[in-house]
Nanobody
């Protein structure tokens, strides 16, 4: 059983930056591709970014490409999401998720095995 805990959310003005972190425990972190998803009120959960188990392959949603960067540190069991040039439409509850995979991680939420509780990001205009 893998436990995931997100941190780093908050309130920021449009154009600002935030860095989200997710710490994993209870499993072998390098067995998993790690993804970030988000869900805004009244909307479905959507894919944001994913990084493979070695950290050498990343995939981003078109809406965040060029603004967000996902990274991981397998020695510290952490995955991070650096978010720059934030927009009001980035406002959402952000979740990290783990998918047991040695391949490029999936964009589909249903493919993930474990989820954190989420951290709120609010971007004011």
């Amino acid at each position: 059983q893998v436990q995931l805990v997100e941190s780093g959310g908050g309130l920021v003005q449009a154009g600002g930056s935030l860095k989200l972190s997710c710490t994993a425990s209870g499993g072998t972190f390098s067995d998993y591709a790690m993804g970030w998803f988000r869900q805004a009120p009244g909307k479905e959960r959507e894919f944001v970014a994913v990084i493979n188990w070695r950290g050498r392959s990343t995939t981003y949603a078109d809406s965040v490409k060029g603004r967000f960067t996902i990274s991981r540190d397998n020695a510290k069991n952490t995955v991070s999401l650096q978010m720059n040039s934030l927009k009001p439409e980035d406002t959402a509850l952000y979740y990290c998720a783990a998918q047991r995979s040695y391949f490029t991680g999936s964009r589909a939420a249903n493919d993930y095995d474990y989820w954190g509780q989420g951290t709120q990001v609010t971007v004011s205009s």
